[in-house]
């Protein structure tokens, strides 16, 4: 039996409203209301249908945590740059510094890149 958090009991009521058979196992439960289009919302503690809420539209940015071994991560937050930029049709917007990771992870960093899709030229 999955642990009774308040997600899983959230779930479970959804699921029941759904129709669905609740299983014991939290993260298929998880699974199955996301596929039928509804997302946890940590904040208020309820499960939303997705069509309900009104949507902002898309951001055309593309953003990308690389995370690695300290000293690793900007050799391949390079390469990833590399690979959209020169060989795909992005342009980076910001590339951040290195951040260390929190205890236990003192070990690896991470770097953030944010892209946008290249305008395609007339002419």
Request: aromatic share 8%; net charge positive; charged share 30%.
């Amino acid at each position: 039996m999955a642990k009774m958090t308040v997600k899983y009991a959230q779930a479970c009521k959804a699921m029941k409203e759904l129709g669905f058979k609740i299983s014991g196992d939290a993260e298929n439960a998880y699974s199955r209301l996301i596929e039928a289009g509804m997302i946890w919302d940590s904040k208020i503690g309820v499960w939303l249908k997705l069509s309900d809420e009104p949507a902002d539209p898309a951001s055309p940015l593309v953003r990308i945590r690389v995370w690695a071994e300290k000293g690793k991560a900007g050799v391949l937050a390079e390469l990833v740059k590399e690979g959209l930029v020169y060989y795909g049709p992005y342009d980076l917007v910001e590339m951040s510094q290195p951040y260390p990771c929190r205890p236990p992870k003192q070990n690896e960093e991470r770097i953030y890149l944010t892209l946008v899709r290249r305008k395609v030229r007339d002419g």
